[in-house]
């Protein structure tokens, strides 16, 4: 089997063509793509990214690139990785490689000239499919027909596989979710087993797999099997609320909106705003990533009992103005997965919305005579509510009037 060039544009695309001349000119064969490129063709699926292997030491890499005037970056030196960027659009350049020794959370390497030993090194076997420039597949573990019927089995010994890096766990799941039809028994056993060995790896790392997880079209049914299989329970703070979240999941696809991790993470969490924060503090999550999570579960006084679907328009502009477009929409999509109503109208509305800015400023205050302090705070906040209960309606002359009357 091979793809045709000709019908695979990652293989004919001018950049890829000059970083592959670069590595493996005329008729050599000492770099071939790998990986997601080659799985995701199979499948029919875009090809994203483009890694590339190859059996020059990092060091040629570097040369032959720069013997081409082709951007170098040394990303991974150590791990025998340069990036390689044309046009703006980055490769990833790996040197073969084979393990000296493994701890479960990194790997000291060697590097090598044998395709097969770089292969088996690697974590499945739809992953260890390398292509040539003219489209011919070298397929040492059988991914091709993996690929093709969606499978994601461990190369080797799946223990010793995990053994060897724990974050497979993740990626197991991460990529059933994307690319598998249904879970490799083996594979499953063996990250059951396996799954207390994450409690030793960098949240850092878990966040990042889980956020891929859960960003899949339909990642339900591995969730279900990851919470039945108590592979979550090392690394989530608490129970998860499966229903909620296939809720959401539902939501997404029944509307066509774009999965939202944060969104399915929350669900995940119940909607509680305890367990975001606990997810978010024990993920070392970032302060975005934290707020938008709080401010969703969380919303603020005066605002939370009103974000509901379907609110009339003057309803949804006082919730819009109190939480801001962002936290108004991700508060709708969770009331609606929890059966609340049709959010359509109200996130069409959202995504429309800016925020008005006060009529009334504090300098317009100081014209009239009020001095700084508390006394001015106070008026500056019952003007702004007056203007929000007015539908935002009253004008700066309404406004100064009411100022004035305040201040007797």
């Not at 991974?76 to 990785?81: A, E, S």
């Not at 659009?89 to 020794?101: A, G, M």
């Not at 975001?276 to 934290?290: D, F, G, H, I, P």
């Not at 999570?293 to 919730?319: H, Q």
Request: charged fraction near 25%; include cysteine.
């Amino acid at each position: 089997m091979r793809l045709d060039p000709s019908e695979h544009a990652f293989l004919s695309a001018p950049d890829t063509v000059a970083v592959m001349d670069a590595l493996s000119p005329g008729e050599s064969d000492r770099a071939r793509i790998v990986g997601g490129a080659v799985r995701n063709a199979l499948q029919g699926v875009r090809v994203e990214d483009v890694d590339i292997a190859t059996q020059l030491t990092p060091r040629e890499i570097l040369d032959a690139l720069k013997a081409a005037g082709i951007k170098a970056i040394p990303t991974g030196l150590d791990h025998g990785t340069i990036t390689a960027v044309v046009k703006g659009k980055p490769f990833e350049i790996t040197t073969l490689r084979k393990d000296v020794s493994t701890d479960g959370r990194r790997a000291v390497v060697a590097f090598t000239t044998d395709w097969t030993i770089d292969a088996s090194r690697r974590d499945f076997r739809l992953n260890a499919i390398y292509v040539r420039r003219d489209g011919s597949l070298f397929d040492p573990y059988d991914g091709i027909a993996d690929a093709l019927a969606r499978r994601v089995v461990f190369i080797g010994d799946a223990d010793q596989r995990l053994a060897e890096d724990v974050l497979r766990i993740l990626r197991f799941y991460r990529f059933n979710a994307w690319y598998g039809s249904e879970l490799d028994a083996d594979g499953h056993a063996a990250c059951m087993r396996a799954a207390p060995l994450l409690r030793a790896l960098a949240r850092e790392r878990v966040w990042k797999e889980i956020k891929k997880l859960l960003a899949a079209p339909n990642p339900g049914p591995v969730v279900k099997a990851m919470q039945e299989g108590h592979v979550f329970d090392p690394v989530w703070p608490e129970r998860l609320d499966l229903n909620f979240l296939l809720s959401i999941i539902n939501s997404d696809r029944g509307k066509g909106r774009a999965p939202d991790t944060l969104i399915r993470a929350a669900a995940l969490c119940g909607g509680d705003v305890t367990t975001v924060r606990k997810l978010a503090s024990q993920m070392k999550a970032s302060n975005a990533e934290t707020d938008r999570l709080v401010a969703m579960c969380a919303p603020v006084s005066g605002a939370a009992d009103s974000v509901r679907p379907g609110l009339d328009a003057p309803a949804r502009r006082r919730a819009l103005y109190a939480l801001g477009a962002q936290t108004f929409s991700d508060c709708m999509r969770l009331a609606e997965a929890r059966g609340e109503g049709d959010a359509d109208a109200d996130l069409e509305a959202a995504s429309d919305w800016s925020r008005p800015a006060p009529p009334v400023t504090g300098r317009d205050l100081l014209a009239l005579g009020f001095e700084p302090g508390p006394q001015l705070g106070a008026v500056m906040k019952t003007l702004e509510a007056r203007w929000i209960d007015s539908d935002f309606t009253l004008d700066q002359t309404a406004l100064l009037a009411l100022a004035r009357e305040a201040r007797g």
